[in-house]
């Protein structure tokens, strides 16, 4: 019998980006600080979108633990403007 599971919902580094003002290079700087602080693989985070030269780039995929561990870092209505967005997506 087939089970079917619920999306695991994930937040970009371009979203966090975006709702923060913060250049992407600068989140997937803060990515990748992360991940080597807390012992976790970014490849296993990673992923892939075309920019609009229709070049390949990176983008790292949050969980909302590891979205909230980044944003941590940050100040409080940056924390805040994720914090709704989650509240958004789980709705």
Same mark, same amino acid.
């Given at each position: =019998? /087939?089970?079917?599971?619920?999306?695991?919902?994930?937040?970009?580094?371009?979203?966090?980006?975006? &709702?923060?003002?913060?250049?992407? +290079? /600068?989140?997937?700087?803060?990515? &990748?600080? =992360? +991940?080597?602080? &807390?012992?976790?693989?970014?490849?296993? +985070?990673?992923?892939? #979108?075309?920019?609009?030269? /229709?070049?390949?780039?990176?983008? #790292? &995929?949050?969980?909302?633990?590891?979205?909230?561990?980044?944003?941590?870092? #940050? /100040?409080?209505?940056?924390?805040?403007?994720?914090?709704?967005?989650?509240?958004?997506?789980?709705?």
């Amino acid at each position: =019998m /087939n089970q079917l599971t619920a999306p695991v919902l994930t937040m970009s580094s371009r979203d966090i980006a975006e &709702l923060t003002g913060k250049e992407h +290079f /600068n989140v997937k700087r803060d990515c &990748l600080v =992360m +991940f080597d602080e &807390l012992e976790l693989d970014a490849l296993k +985070f990673e992923g892939i #979108y075309f920019d609009s030269m /229709n070049r390949q780039q990176t983008e #790292y &995929l949050l969980d909302e633990e590891l979205t909230m561990t980044l944003v941590t870092g #940050y /100040n409080i209505v940056l924390r805040n403007r994720v914090i709704k967005r989650w509240k958004e997506l789980e709705d």
